[in-house]
């Protein structure tokens, strides 16, 4: 088992800039790939990053130079910095590690 625990979201304006945090606890050492993930009112669920547990990164296109994924092994943690937010980055943001594990989610709101 794996659990996840998010922080950092919140309220914004256009061209701000938030940091989200994903802490894993449980049966970490399972888990090679991490990422984050979206969800828009009425939209279904996007990625938005990944990162493996040697560090390579992927990133959805709409994010692609604005938003950057970094991992912390000794504190078991995952980050997203977002920077240059935009309105249609607004959503619901959810780490994951793994098949069927999900932290609980963290608003983001980018206001223009």
């Known amino acids: 088992q794996v659990q996840l625990v998010e922080s950092g979201g919140g309220l914004v304006q256009a061209g701000g800039s938030l940091r989200l945090s994903c802490a894993a606890s449980?049966?970490?050492?399972?888990?090679?790939?991490m990422g984050w993930y979206r969800q828009a009112p009425g939209k279904q669920r996007e990625l938005v990053a990944v990162?493996?547990?040697?560090?390579?990164?992927n990133y959805a296109d709409s994010v692609k130079g604005r938003f950057t994924i970094s991992r912390e092994h000794a504190k078991n943690t995952v980050h997203l910095q977002m920077n240059s937010l935009k309105p249609e980055d607004t959503a619901v943001y959810y780490c994951?590690?793994?098949?069927?594990?999900w932290g609980q989610g963290t608003q983001v709101t980018v206001s223009s």
């Open positions: 994951n590690g793994g098949p069927g594990f």
């Open positions: 449980g049966s970490i050492f399972s888990i090679n790939l």
């Open positions: 990162i493996t547990s040697g560090g390579s990164t």
